[in-house]
Structures are given as C-alpha cells and as structure tokens.
C-alpha cells in the first residue's frame, strides 16, 4: 500500500500541474533516490511550474537560479569579502546554499558555470577557497532545459549529464489537460498558496526507507544485462557506467517504494529505464535530441528477456 504521505504529496502537486501524473511520480522518485532530476523541453508546457510545486510541496528552504551566459560560479556557490573591521575574509553563501534549487535554463549558462554546480551534486557540498562546506542532506536540484537547437544554449558536457538521475520531458498536454488548463483557476495562483506537506524529516526517513527494498539477485542480473546491452550496440558510442547502472538500481528501489512495494519487479526498472539511461548515451551518429536517445532504449529494453516469477 502507497505511504500516505507521498500520495499526499503527489496529489498536491497535480493541483497545479494539469495530466502529468506519471512525469510527477517520476521526479518523486528522484526526490526519494537521492538523485536530481534535468527537465529538457520546449518552453512553456510546465517545467519550471512542476519544478516549483514539489519545491513548496515539502519543507526546507527553496532558492531559485535564472541561468545566464553572465552567470559565473561565484553567484551559485558564494563569494569571501573582506571584513575590515576584524582583517579576516568572511563567507557569504550563494543560493546553493538550500534544500531545494532550481536551476532554471541551465544551459543557457556557459559550460565553467554550469561545472559550479558538479560538486555539490555528487557529493551535496562545496568546496570554496580550501574550505569545504556541506550542504542540506536533502539537497535536491531540479534543472530545466531548452533543448540544444535553441538559440543561446551551451549542451551540458557527459560529466554534468551523469549527476542528473532522470532526464524528463514535459510534453505538451492533451487537448482536455489544455481545454481544463484554460478554463480552470489561476495556476500561478494555486501554485503561490501551496503549502509544505511533507515534512523534512519525513523524507529522511522515506529516503533511509528506500534503502531497504529488496532486490532480487534476478532483477539485478536484468539490470546488468541492460546496462551491457548500452555498451554492445552499434548505435551507441558511449554507453551506460556502472555508476549508470547504480543509478537504475536505486530509482528502480524508490519507484517500488512509491508503488506501495517493499521489493522491486521488473515493471519498476522498465518504468524508471528510459529516464535514467538516455541522457548519458553518447550516439555513434552525434544526435544529440534527448528523443533519439530514448527510442535507442526503448529499443533495448524491448529486446531483452525480461525475469519471470521463479526464474
């Protein structure tokens, strides 16, 4: 059975973004993984509004960065300044300093901004002038993205890619998600009265709880047989990581989590699949459209054999 506060949660959030429950339910998962979430689409179809309902939807501070080719890593991380009154430099910390970041159009900043932000992803804290600092143990970025083609924008290296647990597009919605959008309340107003409803130690505890579903040793050969499948392609030059394939194992735990399961099956790792392994492919043909890269696992995972029940 679904724990109650994440149906809470996921229910909130639906009050302001319109017919995208599996693309909500899909960053929910990120958020109980551990991992952060890069949302990649056209603009206008909801991005930063989903980005900003889960911000308010749970407790702990909430800060926001408009990426900008004149952005430079100190006005992410912070700056030292001289304190004249006592001849020592004191730290000022930037707005990575939260529990919940969006990083708006983050590639609309070049790629030395962009790296201010690798750190703090993999290991949640930075380091500043020698000096290390940590960050929430709930830090959770939330990054959209135009896509490549739009005027303006510097394509995130594979290194800056691979700290993303899930790529994920929007989409646009269907014609009664859009008929209801226009006809309904003022989602910009909905969105401004949301209210926390889940707790910050709450989700420590879901998180610790994640942890704890059980992987069988046959899902866990699936995996690794997807995981090698990305790298025996001939469509792909680059395939998935070990760090990759820990990464689908983890979101595979967190959707069965918010499945209700204490175990993982197939369907979560087919479910948590294309989102986790199609940003950090590398295509032998240099497309680079987050689509292409999906339909190659897609591809993949239709041609893989999938464990049964006492296999």
């Not at 929007?170 to 309340?185: F, I, Q, R, S």
């Amino acid at each position: 059975m679904p724990n109650p506060a994440l149906t809470t949660l996921i229910d909130h959030i639906n009050t302001v973004v319109v017919g995208k429950p599996d693309i909500i339910k899909l960053t929910v998962t990120a958020l109980l993984a551990g991992g952060h979430v890069l949302f990649e689409d056209v603009p206008g179809v909801g991005k930063t509004t989903l980005a900003r309902a889960l911000a308010r939807s749970v407790a702990g501070d909430f800060n926001r960065i408009q990426f900008t080719p004149d952005l430079l890593p100190n006005d992410i991380l912070g700056v030292s300044i001289l304190n004249q009154t006592q001849h020592e430099f004191d730290f000022h910390p930037g707005p990575i300093f939260t529990t919940m970041l969006l990083a708006d159009e983050i590639n609309r900043a070049t790629p030395r901004t962009q790296s201010a932000l690798l750190q703090a992803m993999a290991e949640r804290q930075v380091t500043i002038d020698g000096t290390t600092y940590d960050l929430p143990a709930n830090f959770f970025v939330l990054a959209t993205e135009n896509p490549n083609e739009y005027a303006g924008t510097y394509p995130l290296p594979e290194a800056q890619l691979d700290r993303f647990l899930f790529s994920l597009q929007v989409g646009y919605p269907t014609w009664p998600d859009e008929l209801a959008l226009y006809a309904g309340d003022d989602r910009q107003q909905t969105l401004a009265n949301l209210q926390a409803v889940l707790a910050d130690d709450t989700l420590t505890q879901l998180k610790a709880s994640v942890n704890q579903v059980t992987v069988d040793a046959a899902i866990t050969s699936y995996v690794l047989t997807l995981v090698q499948a990305t790298r025996q392609q001939a469509a792909i030059r680059l395939g998935i990581s070990p760090r990759g394939g820990l990464a689908l194992m983890q979101a595979g735990r967190a959707y069965a989590l918010l499945s209700g399961r204490d175990y993982v099956i197939p369907a979560d790792i087919q479910a948590v699949l294309v989102p986790t392994f199609s940003h950090r492919l590398v295509l032998a043909n240099g497309a680079q459209a987050l689509s292409a890269k999906q339909q190659v696992v897609r591809d993949i995972q239709s041609h893989t054999p999938v464990p049964t029940e006492g296999a």
